[in-house]
T-cell receptor, first 112, second 112 residues
Framework: GNSVTQMEGPVTLSEEAFLTINCTYT??????LFWYVQYPGEGLQLLLK?????DKGSNKGFEATYRKETTSFHLEKGSVQVSDSAVYFC???????????FGKGTHLIIQP | ETGVTQTPRHLVMGMTNKKSLKCEQH?????MYWYKQSAKKPLELMFV???????ENNSVPSRFSPECPNSSHLFLHLHTLQPEDSALYLC???????????FGDGTRLSIL
């Protein structure tokens, strides 16, 4: 079956630091890959996506590249802000399964 | 405004009560989903509906009963729940089962 593995955290950084949250996956075929973000008290919001190998998804300064050879989709941002504090979920769809398969989520804390 | 509205936002109930969670979307999506989000655990896909027909039931206990009367509404009927059922229940919708999902803000359920 499908699975997603990501660092759980919490990850604590200072404002303007460089961010990397690792995500690797297992799936059959060619899944689509996503990063979702969940702010306190809210549901999940789609942050970015990539649907095929070597695609780069980007939004709000965040980027992730679909790497089929390493089955990875790491999330990066060059300079984080306090407002980026949230839980980030890596997810995939496809591989013969319905719905999204999520990682456990990474709690990101940005300190001023 | 997420496009997916869940009510109520918070629900406290005893183990012998019967209640229902409601989800509504006016995005014109054809697929709707229920997820359970518990602390320290990955998001769990509970049910998937496509064009008002249930297509997946991930071994969810029968005390959870979904209903999809039309493509815009999804319910989760609850009865004789257990304390371990306390969690955030998230509804999502998508244009099709392989496309990104839009989430509601969830219902925070507490079982006494």
């Amino acid at each position: 079956g499908n699975s997603v593995t990501q660092m759980e955290g919490p990850v604590t950084l200072s404002e303007e630091a460089f961010l990397t949250i690792n995500c690797t996956y297992t799936a059959t075929g060619y899944p689509s890959l996503f990063w979702y973000v969940q702010y306190p008290g809210e549901g999940l919001q789609l942050l970015l996506k990539a649907t095929k190998a070597d695609d780069k998804g980007s939004n709000k300064g965040f980027e992730a590249t679909y790497r089929k050879e390493t089955t990875s989709f790491h999330l990066e941002k060059g300079s984080v802000q306090v407002s980026d504090s949230a839980v980030y979920f890596c997810a995939l769809v496809g591989g013969g399964a319905d719905g999204l398969t999520f990682g456990k989520g990474t709690h990101l804390i940005i300190q001023p | 405004e997420t496009g997916v509205t869940q009510t109520p936002r918070h629900l406290v109930m005893g183990m012998t009560n019967k209640k229902s969670l409601k989800c509504e979307q006016h995005l014109g999506h054809n697929a709707m989903y229920w997820y359970k989000q518990s602390a320290k655990k990955p998001l769990e896909l509970m049910f998937v509906y496509s064009l008002e027909e249930r297509v997946e039931n991930n071994s969810v206990p029968s005390r959870f009963s979904p209903e999809c009367p039309n493509s815009s509404h999804l319910f989760l009927h609850l009865h004789t729940l257990q304390p371990e059922d306390s969690a955030l229940y998230l509804c999502a919708s998508s244009p099709s089962r392989i496309q990104p999902q839009h989430f509601g803000d969830g219902t925070r359920l507490s079982i006494l």
